[in-house]
């Protein structure tokens, strides 16, 4: 094994979790259960490569619809599914998540350790001999899985936190409908090859870091204000 290769393939994800690590500042999440749920991210590798191969091998369409066949269901939702899993069968349902950052969080985690993964085996394997992979891939490939995984907690959080049943429910839905689309959406433009698709290709990925990031902001700033007003009201109560 390339240790420089296998070095240029983690970078980006270390880089990624160690930012939305000191994002969240106020209320951290336990570092164990971060780990845990990085960790399954990596092993949801597994699951996911063999119902995705299963897929590919019942693949009977050909040309644009065989690409989306492949983008949206055979990446999107397996991928989507497997790494929101991750975060319901462990984090969930846990004391530690009490606020709406913490979706994103461990959304985040989990899909870096799938990226992690995924991206050893491109980077470190598959296309070793290119010098260009891992770059692409580092600037595109694992900070687009990052940028699902926010739209992930989004709405999981928006689920978690809601008074509603009907409400929550649809949030819940959403949670995994909607990384899908942008997943599938993210892959048909490369796979298409079609030159006004690839025209909108950067315009699309810049739509999506703008909309996490006000997303992410958000529930930053109402970690923030939550944090300021329970210290205020432990100062008074002093």
Not at 1 to 27: C, H, K, N, Q, S
Not at 168 to 185: C, D, M, N, Q, Y
Not at 192 to 198: A, K
Request: hydrophobic share 50%; charged share 15%.
């Amino acid at each position: 094994m390339d240790i420089r290769l296998l070095v240029i393939a983690a970078i980006p994800v270390f880089a990624l979790g160690l930012g939305i690590y000191l994002t969240d500042r106020f209320d951290k999440e336990p570092f164990k259960l971060l780990i845990k749920v990085f960790v399954l991210g990596m092993l949801s590798a597994i699951p996911i490569s063999i119902i995705e191969k299963i897929l590919v091998s019942v693949n009977v369409f050909s040309g644009l619809i065989s690409a989306a066949y492949i983008a949206f269901i055979v990446a999107g939702l397996t991928e989507e599914f497997f790494k929101r899993e991750v975060v319901i069968r462990t984090a969930f349902n846990h004391e530690a998540f009490n606020e709406k950052l913490d979706g994103i969080v461990y959304c985040i985690f989990s899909a870096l350790g799938f990226a992690l993964v995924e991206n050893i085996v491109y980077v470190v394997f598959r296309f070793s001999t290119n010098p260009h992979v891992g770059l692409y891939r580092g600037i595109l490939s694992v900070p687009a899985h990052t940028l699902f995984a926010v739209t992930m907690g989004y709405y999981l959080s928006l689920s978690k936190f809601s008074n509603n049943k009907a409400e929550a429910k649809e949030f819940f839905r959403k949670s995994l409908t909607v990384p899908i689309i942008f997943h599938g959406i993210f892959n048909f433009i490369l796979m298409s090859n079609i030159p006004m698709l690839m025209g909108i290709f950067i315009p699309f990925v810049v739509y999506l870091w703008v909309i996490s990031l006000r997303k992410l902001n958000l529930y930053y700033n109402e970690s923030k204000s939550t944090f300021i007003k329970t210290s205020r009201d432990t100062d008074i109560k002093k």
